[in-house]
């Protein structure tokens, strides 16, 4: 379990990660979504130890990580693949990590067995392609057998063939009870790799929330409707409260009505008991791109426009330059920024 | 114990050690014997031992490159950051590459001296080289301590800097330019000379040599005695890693 309370961190005048607060449960693989630049990897930093935060803790069942005695026996990252010495074989690479919390050597011929580089282990690691690398580093994570494992956007630049190798690698991670933590900026790869999800926007929380709960979010679905009598369609829907839009004529097509968390079935029998012509009803879902820019909407960019000398990095929400909050809402069993933060209170 | 495994497992399991271990010893042994082989039968008299170390500067930096590459390789290809997972309260990783570093480059500074000394009396049987005297010890055998310390001090320098060109761009500049300018500078010169690390590392060797050498030039008026200068090289070696040990405790990896 990895529970982060308050944590911040701030280079120079840019507050990379703004009070995060979030816990990671084990058995269950656990995405950690955000754009770039949202303080994923810089989050994932300071869960290991690696950058001090400004503020606030972050704790690996129950303690830090520089307090934990044999951390690879605990904790197994993958950050980047590209942390090894290219002029070292990939044997003598987990040898040596294997060597530093005293994991026998037998081990790292186990890990080379499971990610499939037996036949390349003696061969210089800056030789091997990414998909190589990137299997390496995951033996690496795995060296001590440990119960908490954290993965840095591990799928980019992988072919078809290694995504699906990560994820089903993932889900067995989980499934033998560990804790997986798994950062992406793809909503599309989490909602196949995660079941719960903490979405971040410029280094604050968006919601802690399971996958299927933000994707039916995300995915809002709304109702195309088009008839000759316009008016007296709106009536009819907005007298059922439905939220109805006027959609002008354009692209799509002539003007017509989108009706938002509705269904086909709804809207045509509700036309239908009025005796209203339709000639058009389709049904309409946005990508889940679209709806995760829409959701983190603003939150992309590095806030540039962050007053000078702003006490204590206040968020950037407040500063003129940056957008408000995010404009999707929040479905029910969605915990809001701020309920999250009071629960956490001890 | 573990972690002095692991600093060896990492030093030797890259290419670059061996090859900077290998152009130390050719080039100071290789040197030297040149020195030998071309010395007059006239001047037979003046190739005492401290006169085979003439050239120990040469392996020195050579291995203190290969010092300050044991940390900035590290950071250069971010295997630090795996060290530091493995290792999270950093300093212990980082002692045990010193120690490893600096007694492999003490080792290596042993065999370079006794192999100059003992190439000399090789090529030239008649001359003066029996070591009996503690200056004549100090001469051969003492080489070996300065690579020792001054691998510590490479390594520090490597750890503050943190990039394999300007550790070495450093240390280059300050050994070979620094340490010989500084005391031209009139009046005040000669005693800033008295305080120069390497100065006075190098008095260590050289103190109480006879004067018409060849070898390494000894420096009148210094302020230690030779163990004394070897105590004060010491402690700036160490307390320049110990600083080194600070910054990288405190810095985001």
Known sequence: MIEAQGLTKRYGRTVAVNDLSFTVQPGKVTGFLGPNGAGKSTTMRMILGLDNPSAGTVRIDGRRYSELKQPLRQVGALLEAKWVHPNRSARSHLRWMAASNRIPAKRVDEVLE????????????????????????????????????????????????????????????????????????????????????????????????????????????????????????????????????????????????????????????????????????????????????????????????????????????????????????????????????????? | MTLLTVERIKLFSTRSPWWCMILATALTVGLTSIFAATTKSADLSTLTPSVTQFAFNFGLVVMMVMATLAVTTEYRFS?????????????????????????????????????????????????????????????????????????????????????????VVIELIYLLLLENLLPAIPRIGDHIQHWLPFTVGNNFIVAGQPETDDGPPAIEGMPFGPWGSLVYYAAVCVGLFVIGLILAKRRDA
């Open chain 1, 114 to 346: 499971i990610v499939g580089l037996t036949g390349v282990a003696g061969k210089r690691a800056g030789g091997f392609s990414l998909g190589m690398a990137q299997r390496l580093g995951i033996a690496t994570a795995l060296l001590g057998d440990p119960g908490v494992m954290l993965f840095d956007e591990p799928v980019n630049g992988l072919d078809p063939e290694g995504i699906l190798w990560i994820r089903r690698f993932m889900h067995r991670l989980a499934d033998e009870g560990r804790t997986v933590f798994v950062s992406s900026h793809l909503l599309s790869e989490m909602a196949l790799t995660a079941q719960e999800l903490i979405v971040i926007g410029r280094g604050r929380l968006i919601a802690q929330t399971s996958t299927r709960a933000f994707i039916d979010m995300a995915s809002e679905s709304a109702v195309r409707v088009r008839g000759p009598e316009m008016d007296r369609l709106h009536g009819v829907l907005t007298g059922q409260g439905l939220a109805v839009r006027d959609v002008p004529a354009g692209d799509d097509g002539p003007a017509a009505l989108l009706v938002s968390n509705s269904s086909t079935e709804q809207v045509g029998e509700l036309a239908g008991r009025v005796g209203l012509v339709l000639h058009e009803l389709a049904a309409q879902r946005g990508s889940l791109e679209q709806a995760f820019i829409q959701l983190t909407g603003g939150e992309v960019e590095y806030h540039a426009g962050a007053p000078a000398g702003a006490p204590n990095g206040s968020p950037p929400a407040r500063s003129p330059a940056a957008p408000t909050q995010p404009t999707g809402p929040l479905p029910r069993g969605t915990e809001a920024v701020d309920a999250t933060r009071g629960g956490d209170a001890r």
């Open chain 2, 79 to 167: 295997t630090i950051r795996s060290t530091f997972l493995a290792v999270p309260t950093r300093t212990p990783a980082l002692v045990a590459k010193a120690v490893v570093v600096a007694l492999l480059a003490g080792i290596v500074g042993e065999i370079t001296a006794v192999g100059s000394w003992g190439v000399a009396s090789l090529i030239q049987p008649d001359a003066p080289l029996g070591i009996d005297t503690a200056q004549e010890y100090r001469n051969v055998f003492g080489v070996g301590l300065i690579y020792l310390l001054s691998a510590v001090l490479a390594l520090a320098v490597g750890l503050i800097v943190r990039q394999s060109a300007g550790a």
